[in-house]
């Protein structure tokens, strides 16, 4: 999962972005969120990796649980994220996590690439 890690996710973004590792320092799960610079009250969950053998454990949950409270410091009362229509698990987590489909955007990400916006209100 490292590759596909950005890093300038954690130095622009530190306080909304988190790591996950096991008790060997290896990493298990991550985060990239931010707040957004349009909206004020709005944040977004950009990028988000669990390992394979740890999915199920509620690491995701745990890390989404993070970005919330973190965001809701901030004054922030909706996070929105995007997923595509093809990953019915992804769907299915996010609805588990409180988020509802806001809307599917027909070549969202350029031509044949739709997207599942997703919606959470935070309380």
């Known amino acids: 999962m490292a590759p596909m ?3 300038l996710f954690f130095i622009h973004f530190e306080g909304t972005s988190f790591v996950a590792e096991d008790d060997d320092g290896e990493l298990r799960g991550f985060l990239c969120g931010f707040l957004s610079q349009t909206a004020s009250d709005e944040a977004y969950i950009h990028f988000v990796g669990v390992d394979p053998d740890a999915r199920g454990d509620g690491l995701g949950r745990a890390l989404y649980e993070r970005f919330f409270d973190e ?4 004054g922030r009362t909706v996070v929105r994220c995007v997923t595509s229509p093809v990953n019915p698990r992804s769907i299915a987590f996010h609805e588990a996590m409180g988020f509802e489909v806001d809307r599917v955007v027909p070549d969202y990400d350029g031509p044949g690439e739709d997207r599942v916006l997703l919606v959470r209100r935070l309380t």
């Open 5 to 7: 890690l950005p890093k």
């Open 71 to 74: 965001v809701r410091e901030q």
